[in-house]
C-alpha cells in the first residue's frame, strides 16, 4: 500500500532564503507525482506535475525533483517571499491504480 | 469561465438532514474525486468516478452517496448526517491516462465547509 509522507510538518524561515521540502513514497511504481499549494480556506492550487519518466520540473523559482528509486521528490523553493506562506502538499499517482495518495503536507511560513 | 466550482461555498445542517454537495468542472474530464480534509487526517478520498454512470468507494465512503448522470456533474450526498462529518469537502478532477492529455494533472475546487450540529 503506497504511502506518502512530508516532514516536517512545519517550517519557518526568514525572507529570501532558498529551502527546500521533502516527500517520501513507500512504492517506486508510480505514474507521476504532483505538488500542491493550499492557502488557508481555499482549494489546493496545482504547482508542478512530474512524471515517472521525468527527473525534475521547474516553474518560476520553483524547482521540483523526483528520484522514484529513492522514493523522494523535493520541492525547492528560491528567494523565498512572505507570499510564499502557506501549506505544501505532494501527491503520488500510481501506476495501477486510479487513487491519488497525498501527503499530510508542510506548513511553510516565511518571516519578513 | 473553465474550472472546476462547488456549491454551496458554506453549509450548516442538523443532524439527520440530507445535505447534497454540488460538483460541476467544464473540462470533460472523465475522472472526478471527492475528498474531506480534517485536521489530523489530512485529505481522505471518499468516492471517484472514471466516467458518467461509473463509479467506486474510496477510503472512506460510508455515509455518502455520490451519482454521475453526466460527465460534468458529481454530486456528494450525505443522506443522514452526522456530526463527525464536519468537514472541509474537495471536489477534484483530471483527464484519463489515454488520448493528447494524458499527464494526469489533478485540480480541485474551492471547497465546500460543511458544518453539522
Known amino acids: 500500500k503506497q504511502e506518502v509522507t512530508q516532514i516536517p510538518a512545519a517550517l519557518s524561515v526568514p525572507e529570501g532564503e532558498n529551502l527546500v521540502l521533502n516527500c517520501s513514497f513507500t512504492?517506486?511504481?508510480?505514474?507521476?507525482l504532483q505538488w500542491f499549494r493550499q492557502d488557508p480556506g481555499k482549494g489546493l492550487t496545482s504547482l508542478l506535475l512530474?512524471?515517472?519518466?521525468?527527473r525534475e520540473q521547474t516553474s518560476g523559482r520553483l524547482n521540483a525533483s523526483l528520484d522514484k528509486s529513492s522514493g523522494r521528490s523535493t520541492l525547492y523553493i528560491a528567494a523565498s517571499q512572505p507570499g510564499d506562506s502557506a501549506t505544501y502538499l505532494c501527491?503520488?499517482?500510481?501506476?495501477?491504480?486510479?487513487?491519488?495518495?497525498f501527503g499530510s503536507g508542510t506548513r511553510l511560513s516565511i518571516r519578513p | 469561465d473553465a474550472g472546476i466550482t462547488q456549491s454551496p461555498r458554506y453549509k450548516i445542517t442538523e443532524t439527520g438532514r440530507q445535505v447534497t454537495l454540488m460538483c460541476h468542472q467544464t473540462?470533460?474530464?472523465?475522472?472526478m474525486f471527492w475528498y474531506r480534509q480534517d485536521l489530523g487526517h489530512g485529505l481522505r478520498l471518499i468516492y471517484y468516478?472514471?466516467?458518467?454512470?461509473?463509479?467506486d468507494k474510496g477510503e472512506v465512503p460510508d455515509g455518502y452517496v455520490v451519482s454521475r448522470s453526466k460527465t460534468e456533474n458529481f454530486p456528494l450526498t450525505l443522506e443522514s448526517a452526522t456530526r463527525s462529518q464536519t468537514s472541509v469537502y474537495f471536489c477534484?478532477?483530471?483527464?484519463?491516462?489515454?488520448?493528447?492529455?494524458?499527464?494526469?494533472?489533478?485540480?480541485f475546487g474551492e471547497g465546500s465547509r460543511l458544518t453539522v450540529l
Open positions: 512530474i512524471q515517472s519518466s521525468q
Open positions: 512504492d517506486s511504481a508510480i505514474y507521476n
Open positions: 501527491a503520488v499517482k500510481d501506476s495501477s491504480a486510479s487513487k491519488i495518495i
Open positions: 477534484a478532477s483530471r483527464h484519463g491516462f489515454s488520448g493528447t492529455d494524458n499527464t494526469g494533472e489533478l485540480f
Open positions: 473540462w470533460s474530464h472523465s475522472y
Open positions: 468516478s472514471a466516467a458518467a454512470d461509473i463509479t
